[in-house]
Nanobody, 115 residues
């Protein structure tokens, strides 16, 4: 299994980024997928999950600003991030959204929001 996240970068407060995750070696369509993030000195946290049928859930801290989506035909999962805040600065990863499943973490993609 390989999970390759991309799309991060440096943006100003209020800016937007769209993260992409390419999944290889899994049947994406039958898996709940999630986006996670880890800020310096903090534990990795779950940001958003999306079920196989597209039903999303979000952490309170990003609700109304982030949108998760998926394209099973392309084995891709996306995270549209709007109204970014400095506290969103972290390395973002994708992985299974199920607590019972955890694949190897990829390198992640760095998101830095300047104030």
């Amino acid at each position: 299994v390989q999970l390759q996240a991309s799309g991060g970068g440096l943006v100003q407060t209020g800016g937007s980024l769209r993260l992409s995750c390419k999944a290889s070696g899994i049947n994406l369509a039958i898996n709940t997928m999630g986006w996670y993030r880890q800020a310096p000195g903090k534990q990795r946290e779950l940001v958003s999950v999306i079920g196989g049928r597209g039903s999303p859930n979000y952490a309170d801290s990003v609700k109304g600003r982030f949108t998760i989506s998926r394209d099973n035909a392309k084995d891709m999962v996306y995270l549209q991030m709007n109204s970014l805040k400095p506290e969103d600065t972290a390395v973002y990863y994708c992985n299974s959204g199920s607590q019972a499943t955890r694949w190897p973490w990829g390198q992640g993609t760095q998101v830095t929001v300047s104030s």
